[in-house]
DNA sequence: CAGAAAGGTTGCATAACGAAACCAAATAAG
DNA sequence: CTTATTTGGTTTCGTTATGCAACCTTTCTG
């Protein structure tokens, strides 16, 4: 009865699931991108259990998408910063927001704006080769040979 | 002991991985933007147990990412559809899926094509208000009164 | 040396999950 | 009309995950 791993499922997202999928993994990395690195900030900030804590920054670090480095000041202290596969989660966490933002209302007590400009961000879509906006309703889904999926049944 | 709750963070990701963040959601709804409507499709295609299933259809139908349709025809028979708000996690899933494609390897025995044109997507990215990419290295977080954060302690 | 801080680990109670069995309504088969 | 089948569940039960508190170990601070 263990948990079903995503990871055989022959999909993409279910082996992403499985990595950062769960409750915790990717909240502990939109905390990284805020600038949180040590264990007991991450625990303060999240308000996350500490044993859940050290299994989720374990896994992250098993993963690849982050790193534990060893900052020798002051006795035992460790930092736990991203890589650059963990920082690439950042397109994801931004659309998770802006849909949050956009269908739940702004809970948030922080924004996100452009380092150079100040301006806030534009919203995150999925475009063509062209730039062109695509919704679910402007692809298809095809097999190696090019053939669109009857995946329905 | 309960599972904490995300919804309460002050946090938009938090509140967004509340209604889509456990193990089958963000699947489940994947597997309906490929065009899966029926119970036992679903059931059959993502492989779940019956009662999780359920337990997370009717999850999403309350947090109003898809909708119940009662489908007249052979007897007990209903649809499970997106939304908008569910649609439009398009960026969310094709972000994932991307991602997961990057750093994972090519593990899915499907790709995502422009219906119009048949070629692959473009990478989603973050970008500014002038269309230029952003990474998490070129933005800055800042609460509601424009100051930037310090909060990595 | 005593005390505190960082980073864990362990134990226990509760909640979620997975598989299979069971159920009810309605249609299809005979 | 009777039986079987399909669909969409619910129930039961054993396993796993989570949350909290307590404890542990190493290193700094006083």
């Known amino acids: 009865m263990t948990r079903k791993r995503f990871d055989e499922m022959g999909c993409s997202v279910a082996c992403a699931l499985n990595e950062v999928g769960d409750w915790w993994s990717l909240l502990v990395v939109k905390q990284a991108m805020l600038g949180t ?4 900030d991450f625990q303060h900030n999240l308000g996350i259990a500490k044993n859940i804590l050290c299994n989720r920054l374990t896994r992250l670090v098993d993963n690849g998408v982050m790193v534990r480095v060893d900052v020798g000041e002051h006795g ?9 596969k963990g920082r690439d989660l950042f397109t994801v966490v931004t659309a998770l927001r802006q849909w949050s933002e956009r269908w739940n209302g702004e809970k948030d007590t922080m924004q996100l704006v452009d380092r150079q400009t100040g301006e806030p961000l534009a919203p995150v879509t999925v475009q063509n080769q062209q730039g062109q906006t695509l919704t679910v309703r402007d692809v298809r889904f095809v097999d190696e040979d090019g053939k ?3 995946e329905a049944g």
């Not at 690195?37 to 007991?40: D, I, Q």
């Not at 035992?76 to 650059?84: F, G, I, Q, S, V």
Request: aromatic share 18%.
């Open 37 to 40: 690195r040590r264990f007991v």
């Open 76 to 84: 035992k202290r460790y930092e736990y910063r991203l890589t650059d």
């Open 148 to 150: 669109p999926l009857e």
